[in-house]
C-alpha cells in the first residue's frame, strides 16, 4: 500500500543542510500495522510529516518516492494532497489538545472534515455523527461528549475522541505520531487497545511512530527501528523484540526491558546519535557499537536479508546475531552500575 | 519680509507667515519631541512593568487594588483629561511630560501582567522557590528577563504614543510655549488659515512625526529580535 | 541514622477552589478535593515512590512535601518541624535540605540564563561561594551526574540542549545544594523510553552514594521499582496501598495496584492480561466530594455492596504492608 523509496529529506539554510531522513525505505502492506521506533533527533516525525505532505517551509525532499496505492506523492499538488489527507490517510497529532479547534464542540469539529471530504455530507450528517457516537462509545466516552469543548475532557479523552474522528472517513492509513505521550499508563491502554481494536476491525493500515517501544506492543504487528535517518532493522514485531538482529535493536531492548525488571541493573546504550548525517562513510551506529570492525567504520552496511524471511538489519554482522545478543546482554559497558 | 514663501535655495523648506526659517524651526522642533517622548516612554514603561509584575506575581490584594485602578485609568479619555490637566498646571514641559507617562502605562500594566500569570507557573520558577529564592529575586531575575521583549516592545510603542500624543497637544494649543514642537508648527498652519496654501509649512513637520514614530516602532522590532535568545545563539532541530 | 524519620506526612488533605473566589459562602463554588487524609513516612537514606494515574494527586502532594503548596488539612514535618512555622530566614535555610525536580525538562531551568548561571543560582541565594569559585562547584555538579566532559554546555543557553541533558543539568542544580531530600516528580516521563534507565541509574547511583533519600512520583509501577524501598499508591487523592517496593509489586493487595500492574506496557504484549478491567464505566471527568465508600469502588472489578457503603480505612496486612481495601 505504501511503498517509501531511497526517501532524503533535508532541513536548514542553504549552507548548512541537515538530512533529517537519509535514504530511508519502508514498505507497508495493506492491513499491516507497523510501529517506528527511534529515539528523539533520528528523522521520525520527519518521516510522518513528509508522507502526510506536511514539512515545514524550511524541508525539502531532496530525493526519493513515497508511492501510495500506486501514486507518487512527492511530486503532487497541494490540493491534490489534501484530498488525499484524512480520506486515505489519516494523522492523530502527538498531544491532541493541540490540534483540535478550542472554540469549536468535538461533533463540529468532525463533521467540518467530513463536508470537506464527502458531497454526501450534508444529507448524511446524521449517519456521520451515530457513526461517531458509537466509535467513541467503543472508547468509553458518552454520545454528550459529542457536544463538549475540547478543554472540558481530559489529555486521554481528546486523545481517543482524536483516533475515533481519525478512523471515521475509513481511511486505509492512519499515522500516529507520538500517540501516547503524556499519558499515563492507565489511559495509553486504553488508548492502544482502541487503536488494535478498530485497526483490526476494519483492516486500517497504521504506521504508529514512538520513542516509546513498549507502547507500541499492543498495536503493531511489525517493528522498525530508525537511527539517524534510517531504518536499521524492520521485521515482524514479535521476531524482532525476542530476537533482535542489529546492535542497537538489542541496545535498546535491553534498555526499555531492564526498567520492568525490579533489582534487575539497569542498562543503556551510553553516547548519543549523531547529529548531522553523513560525516563518515561507514556504518552510522558504528562510534556507538560494541561489535564495531574496521569494515563496520568504513562502510555502510545497507538494510540486507538474512536467514529469516520478512526480515531485514543494516549490519555487516548479522550472522553473529545469536552471539552478539549473549555479548550486549552481559557487556559492562553497557550496563548501569550502581552499587 | 519674506513672508509665506514657498521653498528656495535660501529657505530649503520655505517660510512661515511671520517669515520665519521652516526648515530651522524643524530642525529645532526635533529636541522637545524626542525628549518628551522619551521621557514619557521610560516613565510609562518603569511604571507599567513593575505595576504588571508585581500585580501578578503577588495576586491577591495588591492585583486587586492595582488592576480596579487601571480600570479607573481606562475610563478616563486621554486627551480630554491632558487637556484638563494642562489647564489647571502651567504648560510646562515637565507636566506634559509627566501628564503622558502617568496615564498611558495601563496598556502596559494589563498586558504584562497577564505574561507573568503565565510565566508564573513554570517550572523554573518552582524550582527558584525550593531553591530559597526571595520574591525580589524572582520578580526581577527570573520573571523580568523573560519579559524583556515585551518590555522593549513598549518602549517604543511609549515612545510613538507620546509623541503622538505630545503632538497632539501641542495642536491644540496647549503645550509648552517656550519649547516649539512639530505639533505646535503644523497648529500655527492651521492657526493662520493657509493650510490650503502653505503644505512646506505643515508638511514637513508632520512627515517628521510620522518618520519618528515609524523609526521608534522599527527600532523596537530589532531590540526583540536581538533580545531574543534564540536568535544569538541558534537553536537545536526538531 | 537509617532509623531517623526524614519526613512525615500526618493526614495530609488538600482541596482547590474553583471557579469563582469570593469571600461569600453562598457564592462559592464546590471544592476539588486532591489529597485526602495521605500519611506517610520517609526514613532518612530510603526512598519513597509514589505511584498513581493522573489527577490521583501525586503532583499536589509532592508540592506540599517540597513547602511550595500549603495542605488544607494535616501537616508534613521534615525532621520533626513544620516548614510552614519557620521564620522567613529558617526557611529560606531549609530550602537547602530539600529539593525538587519536575517533568519537563524544557521548562526546567531558566530560559534566559546560561547554564552556568541556572546552576550558580542556588549558590548565590544562599551566598555559598565567590563569583570565582562559583565555577568548580558547577562543574562538580555536573560531573556527578555524568554531564562532566561537555565543559561548553556552561557557556550555552537551555534551549540549546536536548531534554536528556537539560534534565540532567535541572537535577545537578537541585544537588548543589547537598539536599537531605529530593523530590523528583515523574522526572523520566519527558525523556525518550531509551535515555530512561540512564537516567534512573544515575538517580540510583546518588541515593547510594550520598545517601541522598528520594521522593519519586510517577505514574509507572515499574519505574518507581527501580528505584524505590517503599511504594505508596494513590488513586484519586487516597492511599490506597502503602508497602515495600518488592512486596507491592510481588504481591499487589490492593485490585487498583494490580490494575497498575497489568497496565504496564510489555515489550511483548501478553493479550489484555487477565487483570486489568476495561473500564468501560463511565467516566467521570471530576467526581465531586461523592458519596461515602471506597473511591475505587465504581471502577473496580472486584466490588461488592460494602465496598460502596463504607470506606475502607488503611489497615496493616503484613509486616509494613498496609491496604485499604475491605476485600484484602
Known amino acids: 500500500m505504501l511503498e517509501i523509496e531511497d526517501l532524503t529529506v533535508s532541513y536548514g539554510p542553504a549552507e548548512s543542510r541537515i538530512r533529517a531522513v537519509d535514504d530511508l525505505s519502508l514498505t507497508i502492506r495493506f492491513g499491516q500495522r507497523l510501529g517506528l521506533v527511534g529515539e528523539s533527533g533520528c528523522g521520525k516525525s520527519t ?28 511530486p503532487l499538488p497541494e490540493r491534490e494532497r489534501r484530498e488525499l489527507l484524512w480520506e486515505e490517510i489519516a494523522f492523530v497529532p502527538q498531544a491532541s489538545l493541540n490540534s483540535l479547534n478550542p472554540v469549536y464542540r468535538l461533533a463540529g469539529q468532525a463533521l467540518e472534515t467530513v463536508r470537506l471530504h464527502r458531497r454526501d455530507a450534508r444529507q448524511r450528517e446524521f449517519d456521520y455523527l451515530e457513526r461517531l457516537r458509537e466509535l467513541l462509545g467503543t472508547v468509553g466516552l458518552e454520545g454528550r461528549h459529542l457536544k463538549s ?113 525490579v533489582g534487575a541493573p539497569l542498562r543503556y546504550v551510553p553516547g548519543s546519535p549523531p547529529r548531522v548525517v553523513g560525516l563518515w562513510p561507514g556504518c552510522r551506529f558504528a562510534p556507538r557499537c560494541l561489535f564495531a570492525t574496521a569494515v563496520c567504520r568504513r562502510e555502510a552496511p545497507g538494510l540486507r536479508p538474512g536467514p529469516e524471511p520478512g526480515r531485514q538489519a543494516a549490519c555487516h554482522r548479522l550472522d553473529e546475531a545469536e552471539k552478539m545478543r549473549r555479548e550486549a546482554a552481559g557487556n559492562e559497558k553497557w550496563l548501569i552500575k550502581s552499587c | 519680509m519674506l513672508t ?49 509584575l508585581w500585580s501578578g506575581y503577588w495576586g491577591g490584594w495588591l492585583d486587586l487594588l492595582l488592576m480596579r485602578l487601571v480600570d479607573i485609568l481606562y475610563g478616563l479619555p486621554f486627551l480630554p483629561l491632558m487637556v484638563v490637566v494642562m489647564s489647571l498646571l502651567s504648560r510646562e514641559q515637565k507636566y506634559v511630560i509627566l501628564g503622558l507617562g502617568l496615564v498611558a502605562w495601563r496598556d502596559v500594566a494589563r498586558v504584562v501582567r497577564a505574561r507573568v500569570l503565565a510565566l508564573r507557573e513554570e517550572d523554573f520558577i518552582k524550582s527558584a522557590r525550593a531553591m530559597g529564592a526571595g520574591h525580589v529575586r524572582l520578580v526581577y531575575l527570573y520573571l523580568f528577563p523573560n519579559l524583556l521583549p515585551l518590555a522593549l516592545l513598549f518602549l517604543a510603542f511609549g515612545l510613538v504614543w507620546s509623541i ?6 501641542s495642536f491644540l494649543g496647549f503645550g509648552d510655549p517656550r519649547h516649539q514642537t512639530w505639533g505646535d508648527m503644523v497648529s500655527a498652519a492651521w492657526a493662520a488659515g493657509v493650510m490650503s496654501e502653505a503644505y512646506w509649512w505643515y508638511l514637513p513637520p508632520s512627515a517628521c512625526i510620522a518618520a519618528v514614530s515609524t523609526g521608534a516602532f522599527f527600532l523596537a522590532r530589532a531590540l526583540e529580535e536581538i533580545a531574543d535568545p534564540r536568535r544569538s545563539r541558534g537553536g537545536q532541530f526538531a | ?66 513547602a511550595l503548596l500549603r495542605p488544607s488539612q494535616g501537616r508534613v514535618l521534615f525532621q520533626g518541624r513544620d516548614p510552614r512555622l519557620l521564620s522567613g530566614r529558617e526557611l529560606k535555610r531549609w530550602r537547602r535540605r530539600v529539593q525538587v525536580i519536575f517533568q519537563n525538562p524544557f521548562s526546567a531551568l531558566n530560559p534566559r540564563m546560561t547554564i552556568l548561571r541556572n546552576m550558580a543560582e542556588p549558590l548565590r541565594i544562599h551566598r555559598l561561594s565567590s563569583r570565582r569559585g562559583e565555577r568548580s562547584l558547577v562543574e562538580e555538579a555536573l560531573a556527578s551526574v555524568g554531564l562532566g566532559n561537555s565543559s561548553d554546555i556552561l557557556e550555552r543557553l537551555p534551549l540549546q540542549l536536548s531534554g536528556g541533558q537539560l534534565q540532567r543539568a535541572a537535577l545537578a542544580r537541585s544537588l548543589i545544594l547537598r539536599p537531605q531530600l529530593l523530590i523528583a516528580d515523574e522526572p523520566v516521563s519527558m525523556l525518550d523510553a531509551s535515555h530512561r534507565a540512564d537516567f534512573l541509574g544515575q538517580l540510583q547511583l546518588l541515593h547510594r552514594e550520598n545517601a541522598l533519600s528520594l521522593l519519586y512520583i510517577s505514574h509507572h509501577l515499574a519505574e518507581v521499582a527501580a528505584v524505590a524501598d517503599r ?56 467526581r465531586p466530594a461523592g458519596p461515602t465508600g471506597c473511591p475505587f469502588s465504581p471502577a473496580c472489578p472486584r466490588a461488592e455492596p460494602r465496598c460502596g457503603a463504607a470506606e475502607p480505612a488503611l489497615k496493616q496486612a503484613a509486616g509494613d504492608h498496609f491496604v485499604a481495601c475491605w476485600l484484602a
Open chain 3, 231 to 286: 511504594v505508596l499508591v494513590l488513586y484519586r487523592g487516597r492511599v490506597m496501598e502503602l508497602g515495600p517496593a518488592q512486596g507491592v509489586l510481588s504481591q499487589a493487595l490492593h485490585p487498583y495496584t494490580r490494575e497498575l500492574l497489568a497496565a504496564l506496557p510489555r515489550i511483548v504484549a501478553s493479550g489484555s492480561g487477565g487483570d486489568f478491567h476495561e473500564r468501560k464505566a463511565r467516566e467521570v471527568i471530576d
Open chain 2, 4 to 52: 509665506l514663501r514657498p521653498p528656495s535655495w535660501r529657505h530649503p523648506l520655505g517660510t512661515t507667515w511671520q517669515g520665519r526659517d521652516v526648515f530651522s524651526q524643524v530642525l529645532h522642533g526635533a529636541r522637545p519631541t524626542l525628549i518628551v517622548g522619551l521621557s514619557a516612554a521610560l516613565i510609562l514603561a518603569f511604571l507599567g512593568v513593575n505595576v504588571g
Open chain 2, 164 to 169: 503622538l500624543g505630545h503632538a497632539d497637544l
Open chain 1, 149 to 261: 469543548y475540547p478543554h472540558q475532557l481530559s489529555g486521554g479523552m481528546v486523545q481517543r475522541a482524536v483516533i475515533s474522528m481519525a478512523f471515521l472517513l475509513e481511511p486505509s492509513l492512519i499515522v500516529g505520531d507520538e500517540p501516547t505521550t503524556a499519558l499515563d499508563v492507565i489511559t495509553q491502554r486504553r488508548v492502544m487497545s482502541l487503536f488494535r481494536d478498530e485497526a483490526e476491525r476494519r483492516g486500517t493500515g497504521l504506521l504508529m511512530i514512538s520513542h516509546d517501544l513498549a507502547s507500541l506492543a499492543l498495536v503493531c504487528d511489525s517493528l522498525a527501528v530508525m537511527y539517524a535517518g534510517a531504518i536499521v532493522e524492520s521485521g515482524p514485531w514479535s521476531r524482532v523484540v525476542q530476537e533482535p538482529w542489529h546492535p542497537y535493536t538489542m541496545g535498546l531492548l535491553n534498555s526499555i526491558d531492564s526498567l520492568s525488571r
Open chain 3, 1 to 66: 541514622m537509617a532509623d531517623q524519620v526524614l519526613l512525615e506526612a500526618q493526614g495530609v488533605s488538600k482541596s482547590f477552589r474553583r471557579g469563582l473566589n469570593l469571600p461569600w459562602p453562598g457564592l462559592r463554588s464546590p471544592n476539588f478535593r486532591a489529597l485526602t487524609e495521605v500519611s506517610f513516612t520517609l526514613n532518612a537514606g530510603q526512598t519513597l515512590g509514589v505511584v498513581g494515574e493522573s489527577g490521583s494527586g501525586k503532583s499536589t502532594l509532592g508540592l506540599i512535601a517540597a
Open chain 1, 47 to 74: 518521516l510522518a510529516r513528509a508522507v502526510l505532505g506536511l514539512l515545514e517551509e524550511n524541508a525539502r525532499i531532496d530525493r526519493g518516492r513515497i508511492i501510495f496505492k500506486g501514486r507518487d506523492l512527492v
